[in-house]
């Protein structure tokens, strides 16, 4: 998506030369020539710059991004060349020295192995999908927690409005006889999300909490055992259910949660 928008009937044109053709290449190379092809698109004006003489190629010069963004022209220089990694605290200062939109924003962290945060409003913008779905669902982000939810997910008076800590709660047992399975399923999932965010506070909130729902989940989590997001089931007050993620916005690692029915167990 462009940094910029330009007027009806105006062709955007990429000024990067080179940088057309198909094909695989780095990630690192990649981010580069995005650099490259957003910083072509700026006037000096759109930034408070004066335009000064007439420049024989378009958009912003190196040493003028890297100002704007707080870093050296050496480092941003190796940056464009797809030389080094940088940190997010980089890659948002440049993203904001280039005028980049959201969606420019978070595929320029996604080029550098960062995560790419999805805002909770985005989250919640898939409400309109979940409430026209005839089974129980429900947005949930990477931290398990229950964004948005439709009628039929809410009547299953789950105990918490985060997965992790309903799901390991003792009413959760008694209403599941099957739930160590289901328990074990989305606490290693958890296990994942959260070993790749040790910053997050959400994350570190819920560790503090987990131990005094459940004192017998140290083991769990000391076994170091993950997984990634996948379907599971169980049954819940007499009735089998398939619990499975989509992933319909942005964020890879957060997505709406669909029960369907589940196989009823053969009749003993």
């Not at 995005?34 to 930034?47: M, N, Q």
């Not at 989305?186 to 070993?195: H, N």
Request: charged content about 25%; glycine content about 8%; hydrophobic content about 45%.
């Amino acid at each position: 998506m462009l940094a910029r928008p330009r007027p009806a009937g105006e062709t955007a044109v990429c000024a990067v030369s080179g940088g057309n053709r198909l094909g695989r290449m780095s990630t690192r190379q990649e981010l580069g020539r995005f650099l490259r092809a957003h910083r072509a698109l700026l006037d000096p004006a759109d930034v408070g710059l004066a335009a000064g003489r007439r420049r024989r190629t378009p958009g912003l010069r190196r040493e003028e991004v890297a100002a704007l963004s707080g870093v050296g022209l050496a480092w941003y220089t190796w940056l464009e060349q797809g030389r080094v990694d940088t940190s997010r605290q980089v890659l948002d200062a440049v993203a904001r020295a280039l005028r980049l939109d959201a969606d420019a924003h978070r595929h320029v962290l996604a080029l550098a192995g960062l995560r790419a945060e999805v805002p909770a409003a985005d989250l919640a913008g898939l409400r309109p999908l979940v409430d026209g779905l005839a089974t129980p669902a429900a947005v949930v982000d990477r931290r398990f927690d229950v964004v948005a939810a439709n009628a039929g997910f809410t009547a299953l008076a789950l105990p918490d409005r985060n997965l992790v800590l309903a799901f390991t709660d003792p009413a959760w047992r008694v209403r599941t006889p099957d739930w160590e399975p289901l328990a074990r399923t989305v606490f290693r999932q958890f296990r994942a999300q959260a070993d790749r965010s040790p910053d997050d506070p959400r994350f570190a909130e819920l560790l503090r909490d987990l131990p005094s729902r459940r004192g017998d989940l140290a083991p769990w989590w000391e076994c170091r055992a993950v997984l990634e997001f996948q379907a599971a089931e169980a049954t819940v007050d007499g009735r089998p259910w398939r619990f499975a993620l989509l992933r319909p916005g942005a964020d890879p690692e957060a997505g709406v949660l669909v029960l369907s029915a589940g196989a009823r167990p053969p009749a003993g």
